[in-house]
């Protein structure tokens, strides 16, 4: 019985451990990237402008993302929101993994979590890339 104690008390420290290395550890996804490069039409619209995004980004909001010309929007911007071209682009070619489009939907500065591991690296090596309009 003694054992059988130590076993059961041996295995919750085992199940607690694992699930608190879970959360230690962060998540890693590979994503294959194809020689030509990732693509802004098939790679990255997609991800912003999915209806996560669109129902809080329209018109009524700094950043629109459901106009016809994302790209225009993302690169050149607006200066009304607290991010904009001149201070804070929404991509920061320079250091790309301080985008906001890249950090804001990582749950940075109070803006909702929104990109899965995948979303995130996909748009980051986008912006690693130069965010060409392609
Ligand atoms: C629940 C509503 C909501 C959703 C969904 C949402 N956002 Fe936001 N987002 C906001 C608000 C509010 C702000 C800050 C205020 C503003 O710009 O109007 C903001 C700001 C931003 C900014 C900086 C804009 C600026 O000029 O201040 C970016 C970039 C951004 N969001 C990207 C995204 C992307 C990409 C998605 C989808 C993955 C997304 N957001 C989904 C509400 C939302």
Redesign the pocket.
């Known amino acids: 019985m003694k054992l059988l104690k130590f076993l059961l008390i041996s295995l919750l420290a085992v199940t607690l451990y694992s699930c608190e290395y879970q959360i230690i550890e962060p998540e890693e996804v590979v994503i294959e990237i194809p020689e030509e490069g990732l693509s802004f039409e098939t790679d990255i619209l997609p ?2 402008t ?1 209806t ?6 329209k018109s009524s ?3 629109d ?1 459901t106009t016809a010309d994302v790209y225009n929007e ?1 690169s050149t ?2 200066t ?5 071209p001149a201070d804070l682009p ?1 991509l920061n070619l320079t250091s790309p993994d301080q985008s ?2 890249y950090t ?2 990582l749950g940075n500065d109070g ?2 979590k ?2 899965s591991a995948t ?1 995130a690296a996909t748009l980051l090596a986008w912006i690693e890339d130069g965010a060409k309009n392609n």
Do not use: E, F, Q, R
């Open positions: 991800i912003i999915s996560s995004c669109t129902a809080c980004h909001n700094a950043l993302l993302i911007g607006v009304s929101g607290k991010y904009g929404y906001p489009l804001l939907p803006h909702v929104l990109y979303d």
